[in-house]
């Protein structure tokens, strides 16, 4: 099989479908060189179902008819008359002698240029076989005498030919590999294991809270605590469970790393699915850490890292563990996420756990500006291009996808679908057809992005954006949470209120009620005006800035201490804020009588002028900034994602008796 990749590759499976499927493509090739003027035999339909369904799921198959010579052709693969028929024999004459090897002596493979092709029977081997039963590769050592029988038109169109037949190769392999690879999460004692890592009643707890919010903000709420899971879930994998990898630190002395080159995978790798070693080097101690990128979501349990393969990997797998409807989505342009499909709502939302990223497709075509042209979903049922829920521009992506032809990539696809869905009941088939169909009517109109979203969808009803955090998420509406802090029993006996918020983690921290964690930036925001959270991941930095085409934005956090007979005896404030270009940030704590502005810079500021009052705000102003990316010249709280034990805001309120 040297230099056959595809033959290769069909070797690869078992006994039995090697057997099958080798004597489907002999057939295919002996059809050709007995009746080399036959062009009946020099085309195979792509919808016929013996190839979608006993070729085209095969490992390799498709492959090997490509080395034969074949090409695509709208519906049909073709077999040219400037194709090598040379090439075509070598191809055929290596499955032959595998599948002789395999059947073993007795029952050799006919050889249809060595018989009067009239007369050859399928079981009747010849001679010149029986005589040489062990040279599969023989044929393949030979290329020297393969230019002399070559029409003179061939080496012009041959490069082609071959670039378009090994496009269509890789993009096959790709299909294959990720619908057999999403039948891992599938696995019982897998998805027992990735429930005993989940905190699953926290999680059910949380959800139903959500859902109860929800219901408040719109009565005519239809979601289901389902739909509030996915999204706990979401933040607790991103918040607690799983973490990013740039490089990671050094194994003998803590310190940072860079990436230089890769390391050969060792069994223990391999075994786990990582065929692929990054070399970790750290120049102090002269030391190599090896990154292993598992592809195992088994293993991706215990080492909870890695980068947006490990975590849609490992993520998609929690889902069909906590029983969502879930699958893996992958984009060509080199990201990939998860999808989840809701019940109440009846579409599948996209998912993106390395954002905590909810029902925002056109995140990645309008925020972080991919040029997207092919995006595949992965369940274990089907396989869907769901390309276009992720683009608005859909001319734009037409012009990209040249990969393959569009009819051969809907034929491929169709026939992968029909062979997953054969054990499948009429019923679950309707219901797949029918999702399919609401998807192609999403598909058939571009949306239009919403430049405070950062091209995310705001459509929903206003619960579904209220779990979501996203009410008033554009233009200047103003979100009102109302949250006011009040002094705990524990504060009250110590006459203290010491607030902390932790931009990296997302939460604040009442350090004097117990270190009691309340989770949300916007939780405990008495109000805000056009701010988000934002995480970079490629330069690992996390803060809040105004939303994307907004003029101004601010948040405002609210203590009132009279419902516990306290008054306000001394203030300290502590804030981190950046700035860049023109961009400002505009720090103030006021209260009934006065207004003091103080500085972003990190410090502990005492502000004077508090004593005796009974409540106060703290107000960030963020403004200015220079072009399209003026939203992002202002900047509260910047920090690295990795410190995640340091604060970058605190409010310190000495009391005393009213």
């Known amino acids: 099989m040297a230099g056959f990749e595809g033959v290769s590759a069909l070797c690869e499976n078992t006994n039995d479908v090697f057997l099958d499927v080798s004597k489907l493509l002999l057939t295919y090739a002996d059809n050709i060189l007995r009746n080399p003027n036959e062009e009946k035999y020099r085309s195979i339909r792509i919808g016929n179902p013996t190839f979608s369904t006993k070729l085209l799921p095969v490992k390799g198959a498709v492959e090997c008819l490509f080395e034969m010579g074949f090409e695509e052709a709208e519906t049909h693969l073709v077999f040219p008359k400037s194709a090598s028929v040379d090439q075509l024999r070598r191809v055929r004459e290596s499955i032959a002698a595998e599948r002789d090897q395999r059947l073993g002596t007795g029952q050799r493979t006919p050889n249809p240029q060595s018989t009067n092709p009239a007369s050859v029977s399928p079981a009747s081997p010849t001679s010149a076989q029986a005589s040489a039963p062990q040279q599969p590769t023989q044929p393949a050592a030979q290329p020297a005498a393969q230019p002399a029988a070559q029409p003179a038109a061939q080496p012009a169109t041959q490069p082609a030919t071959q670039q378009s037949s090994q496009s269509s190769m890789s993009f096959l392999r790709t299909l294959q590999s990720n619908f057999q690879h999403v039948m891992t999460y599938e696995s019982p004692e897998l998805q027992r294991k990735a429930l005993s890592c989940i905190p699953r009643g926290q999680l059910c707890s949380r959800a139903r809270e959500r859902l109860q919010q929800a219901r408040k903000a719109d009565p005519k709420c239809n979601l289901a605590e389902e739909d509030m899971l996915m999204l706990e879930l979401l933040q607790w994998f991103k918040g607690e469970f799983f973490s990013w990898v740039d490089s990671l630190p050094c194994s003998r002395c803590g310190g940072s790393t860079q990436s230089s080159g890769s390391l050969s995978p060792s069994a223990d790798d391999l075994r786990w699915d990582a065929g692929r070693v990054e070399n970790h080097y750290c120049n102090a101690c002269h030391l190599s850490t090896r990154f292993p990128r598992y592809n195992n979501p088994e293993k991706l349990l215990e080492t909870r890292r890695g980068r947006c393969g490990e975590w849609a990997n490992c993520f998609t797998l929690c889902c069909r563990a906590m029983g969502l409807e879930a699958r893996y989505i992958w984009d060509c342009t080199d990201h990939v996420w998860t999808e989840v499909f809701s019940q109440s709502q009846r579409r599948w939302l996209h998912c993106d756990p390395c954002e905590n990223a909810c029902d925002k497709p056109l995140l990645y075509e309008e925020g972080w500006g991919k040029k997207l042209s092919y995006i595949f979903a992965f369940s274990k049922d089907q396989v869907v291009d769901v390309t276009w829920r992720y683009s608005c521009k859909h001319q734009e992506v037409l012009s990209r996808r040249t990969h393959v032809k569009e009819t051969w990539l809907l034929h491929t696809i169709n026939g992968l679908n029909a062979v ?24 058939i109109s571009p949306k239009s992005p919403n430049p405070g979203e950062l091209g995310g969808r705001i459509s929903g009803s206003l619960a579904w954006r209220a779990a979501r955090g996203e009410t008033g998420a554009s233009g200047s509406e103003e979100k009102a949470s109302g949250f006011v802090f009040i002094p705990t029993e524990s504060e009250r006996q110590a006459k203290l209120f010491h607030l902390q918020y932790n931009v990296t983690k997302d939460c604040y921290c009442r350090v004097h009620s117990g270190q009691e964690e309340i989770p949300g930036w916007e939780t405990g925001a008495w109000k805000s005006e056009s701010v988000f959270r934002k995480e970079e991941h490629d330069w690992q930095t996390v803060y809040l800035a105004r939303m994307e ?110």
């Open 420 to 443: 997953r869905q054969q054990a499948l009941s009429a019923e679950r088939k309707r219901e797949l057809l029918e999702r399919l169909v609401v998807e192609l009517v999403e598909f």
């Open 549 to 658: 085409g907004s003029s101004s934005g601010r948040v405002c956090w609210r203590v009132v201490c009279v419902p516990v007979g306290l008054r306000i005896k001394a203030v300290s404030v502590r804030a981190i804020s950046q700035t860049f270009h023109s961009g400002a940030v505009r720090w103030s704590l006021r209260s009934a009588q006065t207004t003091v502005e103080f500085l972003g810079d990190g410090g502990m500021h005492s502000l004077a002028g508090f004593s005796g009052s009974t409540e106060l705000v703290v107000e960030a102003e963020l403004s200015g900034g220079d072009g399209d990316a003026a939203w992002q010249h202002a900047q509260l709280f910047r920090q690295s994602m990795k410190e995640t034990g340091t604060s970058s805001f605190e409010i310190l309120v000495e009391m005393e008796d009213a």
